[in-house]
């Protein structure tokens, strides 16, 4: 999709040392672990985040926005390749030598760094920590963050890549990673606001381990309970970070010419965390709705409508092939992406809806949704398939396999019909604690 002359003129007239014909700028942000009941944006006030909620005010929010996986690091893979990450065998977390984004697989960034963007991740990585796995070696210019979780304070295996490509832990205890990624990521923006650049920023907060700085936790004094008080810091903290990424972006004059991405990489693990998933059921790490459905919003001025709702089922595989069709850039039909370009149906041209059917598989459990009924086996209801209509139940409370028995037998057909397209785990279950 090209942007029109308006769009661009505007962005000119702001800031007059940019090409008439600049590439949209693409940032990516990622929450880890936030729940789909979390944010102003969501219905939840008591944690302001007026900063991410205006995503919401001035672009996008899917109401039923999908990961095509229930945990970090699938759900980051999906993300990167536009496909299923169960096509490659990438189902679980992990650890060690073989553990890795395939190398069969092109990421977004290196479709970017292609189309001559400047290319750039800042966070929590997650995709494999060997050399050849990490950011640098697949298509960003840059790395700043950790290559898997750790804590916020004197974080393990971070990398700076601009110092050097050795992992290392930070020693200063002032560094508070929430607060320096969106430092990081304001320094990428303006050293690169003279050329298109694609920002991936997954910062490693809503996840445990639980820690924030004084000046968050006195903000949020009034939150009796002491684990959802930090928590609330933490939020307040990303939601500041975010808000210096959005400033920087208007500041050089790219507000109506970058597209900005906001979701979780995966339901809230209430237990651990206090994550809110309401009014969904289940958690992290279950194929219900609580696991798989998240925040999701995006935003482009001027292209966009502004505050706009949108209810038809997304997943996050689509921001691949939608980014690509933004700045101009395609894929072999041979790759067989299974993300959609959801620019005609945000813009009004395609009434339909951009998908009919999803699917999930995590070990043991899994689920098809078609239409608006979803079939799920998931570790809290047993191994017996459960169906529910979600237009009806949300919370998936009513199991209506008993009365609906060919509407199971349909959807079981077509989820082993896919299942059979999928490749087997790389690496197994056992392996997956990898947080």
Same mark, same amino acid.
């Given at each position: 999709?090209?942007?029109?002359? *308006?769009? %661009?003129?505007?962005? #000119?007239?702001?800031?007059?040392?940019?090409?008439?014909?600049?590439? =949209?700028?693409?940032?990516?942000?990622?929450?880890?672990?936030?729940?789909?009941?979390?944010?102003?944006?969501?219905? /939840?006030?008591?944690?302001?985040?007026?900063?991410?909620?205006?995503?919401?005010?001035?672009?996008?929010?899917?109401?039923?926005?999908?990961?095509?996986?229930?945990?970090?690091?699938?759900?980051?893979?999906?993300?990167?390749?536009?496909?299923?990450?169960?096509?490659?065998?990438?189902?679980?977390?992990?650890?060690?030598? @073989?553990?890795?984004?395939?190398?069969? !697989?092109?990421?977004?960034?290196?479709?970017?760094?292609?189309?001559?963007?400047?290319?750039?991740?800042?966070?929590?990585?997650?995709?494999?920590?060997?050399? &050849?796995?990490?950011?640098?070696?697949?298509?960003?210019?840059?790395?700043?963050?950790?290559?898997?979780?750790?804590?916020?304070? &004197?974080?393990?295996?971070? #990398?700076?890549?601009?110092?050097?490509?050795?992992?290392?832990?930070?020693?200063?205890?002032?560094?508070?990673?929430?607060?320096?990624?969106?430092?990081?990521?304001?320094?990428?923006?303006?050293? /690169?606001?003279?050329?298109?650049?694609? *920002?991936?920023?997954?910062? @490693?907060?809503?996840?445990?381990? *639980? !820690?924030?700085?004084?000046?968050?936790?006195?903000?949020?004094?009034?939150?009796?309970? !002491?684990?959802?008080?930090?928590?609330?810091?933490?939020?307040?903290?990303?939601?500041?970070?975010?808000?210096?990424?959005?400033?920087?972006?208007?500041?050089?004059?790219?507000?109506?010419?970058?597209?900005?991405?906001?979701?979780?990489?995966?339901?809230?693990?209430?237990?651990?965390?206090?994550?809110?998933?309401? =009014?969904?059921?289940?958690?992290?790490? $279950? $194929? %219900?709705?609580?696991?798989?459905?998240?925040?999701?919003?995006?935003?482009?001025?001027?292209?966009?409508?502004?505050?706009?709702?949108?209810?038809?089922?997304?997943?996050?595989?689509?921001?691949?092939?939608?980014?690509?069709?933004?700045?101009?850039?395609?894929?072999?039909?041979?790759?067989?992406?299974?993300?959609?370009? *959801?620019?005609?149906? %945000?813009?009004?041209?395609?009434?339909?809806?951009?998908?009919?059917?999803?699917?999930?598989?995590?070990? @043991?459990?899994?689920?098809?949704?078609?239409?608006?009924?979803?079939?799920?086996?998931?570790?809290?209801?047993?191994?017996?398939?459960?169906?529910? /209509?979600?237009?009806?139940?949300?919370?998936?409370?009513?199991?209506?396999?008993?009365?609906?028995? !060919?509407?199971?037998?349909?959807?079981?057909?077509?989820?082993?019909?896919?299942?059979?397209?999928?490749?087997?785990?790389?690496?197994?279950?056992?392996?997956?604690?990898?947080?």
């Amino acid at each position: 999709m090209r942007i029109s002359s *308006l769009v %661009l003129l505007s962005a #000119v007239v702001a800031s007059p040392v940019f090409a008439a014909d600049r590439k =949209p700028n693409v940032i990516i942000i990622l929450a880890d672990d936030l729940g789909y009941g979390e944010l102003g944006a969501q219905g /939840n006030k008591e944690i302001p985040t007026p900063h991410t909620d205006s995503l919401a005010k001035n672009g996008v929010r899917f109401t039923t926005g999908y990961v095509a996986a229930t945990y970090c690091s699938p759900s980051r893979a999906g993300l990167m390749t536009g496909r299923y990450p169960t096509r490659f065998g990438h189902e679980f977390n992990g650890r060690g030598p @073989n553990f890795g984004l395939s190398m069969t !697989e092109t990421t977004m960034a290196d479709r970017m760094k292609a189309l001559g963007y400047a290319t750039a991740a800042v966070g929590k990585w997650h995709l494999g920590d060997q050399p &050849h796995n990490r950011p640098t070696k697949r298509g960003f210019d840059e790395f700043f963050g950790t290559l898997a979780n750790t804590p916020f304070f &004197h974080p393990q295996q971070f #990398v700076d890549s601009r110092i050097s490509d050795d992992v290392r832990e930070v020693k200063d205890p002032a560094f508070y990673t929430t607060e320096q990624y969106g430092n990081r990521a304001v320094d990428f923006i303006e050293r /690169n606001k003279t050329k298109p650049f694609f *920002l991936y920023l997954p910062f @490693n907060a809503q996840h445990a381990p *639980l !820690e924030a700085t004084p000046k968050y936790m006195e903000r949020v004094k009034g939150i009796t309970d !002491e684990k959802r008080r930090i928590f609330a810091a933490m939020m307040m903290a990303m939601d500041d970070a975010i808000g210096r990424v959005l400033g920087k972006v208007k500041e050089i004059g790219q507000e109506q010419n970058t597209i900005v991405w906001y979701f979780s990489d995966n339901g809230g693990p209430t237990k651990s965390t206090t994550s809110k998933n309401g =009014p969904l059921r289940g958690y992290k790490m $279950t $194929t %219900l709705e609580g696991g798989t459905r998240v925040p999701f919003m995006v935003q482009w001025k001027g292209t966009l409508p502004a505050g706009q709702t949108y209810a038809n089922p997304i997943i996050q595989l689509d921001i691949l092939p939608t980014v690509l069709a933004a700045v101009g850039g395609k894929v072999d039909p041979a790759v067989k992406l299974d993300g959609v370009n *959801l620019l005609p149906y %945000l813009t009004g041209k395609d009434k339909g809806k951009p998908h009919e059917t999803l699917y999930w598989k995590y070990g @043991n459990q899994w689920a098809i949704r078609q239409g608006d009924w979803k079939l799920v086996v998931s570790s809290l209801d047993g191994p017996d398939p459960k169906l529910f /209509n979600l237009a009806k139940d949300i919370g998936e409370a009513n199991d209506k396999a008993a009365a609906e028995p !060919e509407k199971v037998k349909q959807l079981t057909a077509a989820w082993n019909t896919w299942a059979a397209e999928q490749k087997p785990a790389t690496w197994g279950a056992s392996e997956k604690k990898g947080t």
